[in-house]
Structures are given as C-alpha cells and as structure tokens.
C-alpha cells in the first residue's frame, strides 16, 4: 500500500457511520479490522489525499489497527477523531478534549504494584507541533480508557485519583502503540454525553448518544483541515534545512 501523510482512526461503528455520511467516499475498501477510504481535504490551500480508517471499539481493535495503519501506511500523522463521555459537573458537552496524556484504567493488578501497571500502559503524547491559538476551543487534558462504559460508582475515584474529567474506550491502546512507534499522534475527543452519580443521560437511550455523536463528529471533521494544516507547517520548519 502506498505512504499517507495523515491517516485518520475512528473508532466507534456509530462514530464510522456518521463520518461516513458526512464525508460520502466514492468508494471505501476492506482490510482485515474494518475498511477504509480516502477522501480529499483543502489542507492550507491544497487538496491533499487523507486515509480515513475504522480502527473498531476497545481496546483489542483499538491496538491492532493502530499497528496495522502504521506499518501499512506509514504516516507522518496519525489522528483519532471521536466521543468519550464526561463527568458531570467536571466538564460540559460538546467540549473538545485535545489529549496530552492517555491513562487505562481498568487494569487490576493483584499480583505486584498496581501502580507500577499502570504506569506502563499511561502514555504522554508530544504535542510540540500544535501551538495556540489551535484551530478550534479545546481543553488540553488527560483522558482515561478502558474496556467499559463509565460506572457512576468509580467517577470519583478516576477524578480523585488520576485528574481525569472524562474518560473513552480506545484512545490508550492507540496512544500506547502510537508512541511505541514513534508515529506522531493527536487525539480530539468530543464530550458526546454526561454521567454523573445518578447515572448517564445515553445509558438506555441510545438516541441521545447518536445526536452526541453526530454533533462531536460534525465539528471535529470541519475543523480537521486546519489542524493538518498546522501540523504539515511544524513538520516543514522542523525538516528545512538551516542555512549555513
């Protein structure tokens, strides 16, 4: 397969099938995880091919996507567009989190220092070639992962212990292999619905959680051009070379 500069994960089958109707490829095309499409975008004044790939849910597909993006196509910038759910009263909705640090959560170590496993699976993103203003109104965070929906029970423990104001499936696994790779990453995650103590406003209404999505998809895919853009401006004052 050939080399793409930026390739971008959606995780979620709702979140792929609302790019999908967004965007409308001509044509898409299967690989062993899922299937994928290239779609041109204006990235600072040119259209440029960009690889949109579902990646699937959790953790599992979330890695072995991550890695068979990374050595079948080779990007420059490896981009996770998608939802995770906030903790009411921490954060609002429809805020976008632009990741700095990935934590996965649900690991449960009874056999040594539980810290010390989850310490191995954090990963810290390099955001140096994205600077202010960004492209959009973010909130530069951490995000928490794991294989699970949020559990009301545990909001106060993953605020208290890791900072966390909203938390995802897939974007540790991603970041972990990303960062394995050294393959540049940025993840934008859309606030898509609220839980607090009381519960989620999207458990049992899938509905709710559908326009959530729609709306964080909708957004984060207008402003996706200017984040490349600014991304392709870093990485060619980085490789220029520097006069003698």
Same mark, same amino acid.
Request: hydrophobic residues 40%; aromatic residues 10%; contains cysteine.
């Given at each position: 397969?050939?080399?793409? !500069?930026?390739?971008?994960?959606?995780? *979620?089958?709702?979140?792929?099938?609302?790019?999908?109707?967004?965007?409308? +490829?001509? =044509? &898409?095309? !299967?690989? !062993?995880?899922?299937?994928?499409?290239?779609?041109?975008?204006?990235?600072?004044?040119?259209?440029?091919?960009?690889?949109?790939?579902?990646?699937?849910?959790?953790?599992?597909?979330?890695?072995?996507?991550t890695q068979y993006v990374i050595d079948h196509w080779n990007p *420059?910038?490896?981009?996770?567009?998608?939802?995770?759910?906030?903790? =009411?009263?921490?954060?609002?909705?429809?805020?976008?989190?632009?990741?700095?640090?990935?934590?996965?959560?649900?690991?449960?170590?009874?056999?040594? @220092?539980?810290?010390?496993?989850?310490?191995?699976?954090?990963?810290?993103? @390099?955001? #140096? !070639?994205?600077?202010? +203003?960004?492209?959009?109104?973010?909130?530069?965070?951490?995000?928490?992962?794991? @294989? =699970? @929906?949020?559990?009301?029970?545990?909001?106060?423990?993953?605020?208290? &212990?890791?900072?966390?104001? *909203?938390?995802?499936?897939?974007?540790?696994?991603? *970041?972990?292999?990303?960062?394995?790779? &050294?393959?540049?990453?940025?993840?934008?995650?859309?606030?898509?619905?609220?839980?607090?103590?009381?519960?989620?406003?999207?458990?049992?209404?899938?509905?709710?959680?559908?326009?959530?999505?729609?709306?964080?998809?909708s957004n984060l895919l207008a402003h996706l051009p200017a984040w490349?853009?600014?991304?392709?401006?870093?990485?060619?004052?980085?490789?220029?070379?520097?006069? #003698?």
């Amino acid at each position: 397969m050939d080399a793409h !500069p930026f390739v971008v994960l959606i995780s *979620a089958n709702t979140e792929w099938r609302i790019v999908q109707e967004i965007l409308a +490829p001509a =044509r &898409r095309e !299967p690989y !062993p995880l899922g299937e994928w499409f290239t779609q041109p975008l204006p990235i600072a004044g040119e259209s440029r091919d960009v690889l949109f790939v579902h990646g699937g849910w959790g953790k599992i597909a979330a890695a072995a996507s991550t890695q068979y993006v990374i050595d079948h196509w080779n990007p *420059a910038l490896l981009v996770n567009l998608g939802t995770c759910g906030g903790f =009411r009263g921490a954060v609002e909705k429809g805020t976008v989190l632009l990741v700095e640090k990935t934590i996965v959560y649900d690991i449960y170590e009874q056999m040594g @220092d539980p810290e010390e496993h989850i310490a191995h699976y954090t990963s810290e993103l @390099d955001l #140096s !070639p994205f600077s202010e +203003p960004y492209p959009q109104p973010v909130v530069r965070t951490l995000l928490v992962s794991g @294989d =699970r @929906d949020i559990r009301p029970e545990e909001i106060g423990e993953l605020r208290e &212990r890791f900072g966390a104001i *909203a938390a995802d499936w897939e974007s540790g696994a991603i *970041a972990w292999v990303a960062t394995r790779n &050294r393959v540049p990453l940025l993840i934008l995650r859309g606030v898509s619905d609220l839980v607090g103590e009381e519960g989620g406003e999207a458990y049992e209404n899938f509905s709710a959680f559908e326009e959530g999505t729609r709306q964080v998809m909708s957004n984060l895919l207008a402003h996706l051009p200017a984040w490349l853009a600014a991304f392709a401006r870093s990485h060619t004052q980085n490789t220029s070379p520097r006069p #003698s």
